[in-house]
């Protein structure tokens, strides 16, 4: 089992930036996703990357304003997310795949999740 600890959630007016982070203990990963859940929406794909390769993955709603980098050794992920928008008001998840999928973007793949940080943007 992998413990998440996500940190960098908040309230900041659109067009600004805020910075996720997520780290991981206990045993390595694959993967690592990033997920939001809109009020009253379900939960969606923001964003992935690969542990070892550092392969990254967009959901077309963030492309150009979000970015994922990890940090092995430390064992986190960031979500930089930059010109922020009202419609990105969410809480955000980080979660982790623990064997590899091709598919990064389907929450079934993924084993653990963390506790959700709550982001919200006004107008």
């Known amino acids: 089992q992998v413990r998440l600890v996500e940190s960098g959630g908040g309230l900041v007016q659109a067009g600004a930036s805020l910075k996720l982070s997520c780290t991981a203990s206990?045993?390595?990963?694959?993967?690592m996703g990033w997920f939001r859940q809109p009020p009253g929406k379900e939960r969606e794909f923001v964003a992935g990357?690969?542990?070892?390769?550092?392969?990254?993955y967009y959901a077309d709603s963030v492309k150009g304003r979000f970015t994922i980098a990890r940090d092995n050794a430390k064992d986190t992920v960031y979500l930089q997310m930059n010109s922020l928008k009202p419609e990105d008001t969410a809480v955000y998840y980080c979660?982790?795949?623990?064997?590899?999928?091709?598919?990064?973007?389907?929450?079934?793949?993924?084993?653990?999740w963390g506790q959700g940080t709550q982001v919200t943007v006004s107008s």
């Open positions: 979660a982790v795949q623990m064997t590899y999928h091709t598919n990064y973007a389907s929450q079934a793949y993924y084993n653990s």
């Open positions: 206990g045993r390595t990963f694959t993967t």
């Open positions: 990357v690969r542990r070892i390769s550092g392969n990254s």
